[in-house]
Nanobody, 113 residues
Framework: VQLQASGGGLAQAGGSLRLSCVAS????????MGWYRQAPGKQRELVAL??????DYGDSVKGRFTISRDIAKDTMYLQMDSLKSEDTAVYYC?????????WGQGTLVTVSS
């Protein structure tokens, strides 16, 4: 599975961005799919995840970010609202299928205060 993320860029605090991640194959039967991020000097952390159990968000983005997917387009999205400077990071899309993890190349989000 190959993943291509896009939509990153520069936003002002309080603004919005939408990230997209296109998969090379069908996303209808994946075990998990979602977004992680890594800020400079920090570990990669969960942003949002869709699994067979449901949808989970990292504590720092709950109520501000929304994950969704369009199975017909093999694409998942991350709508980011009320952005904060601490949301600045490289965002990676992720899927798991047949117990193998796949990562996209990352897209940089920079939020200016």
């Amino acid at each position: 599975v190959q993943l291509q993320a896009s939509g990153g860029g520069l936003a002002q605090a309080g603004g919005s961005l939408r990230l997209s991640c296109v998969a090379s194959g069908s996303i209808s039967r994946l075990d998990r799919m979602g977004w992680y991020r890594q800020a400079p000097g920090k570990q990669r952390e969960l942003v949002a995840l869709i699994s067979t159990i449901g949808i989970d968000y990292g504590d720092s983005v709950k109520g501000r970010f929304t994950i969704s997917r369009d199975i017909a387009k093999d694409t998942m999205y991350l709508q980011m609202d009320s952005l904060k400077s601490e949301d600045t990071a490289v965002y990676y899309c992720y899927v798991r299928t047949v117990r193998i993890d796949y990562w996209g190349q990352g897209t940089l989000v920079t939020v200016s205060s």
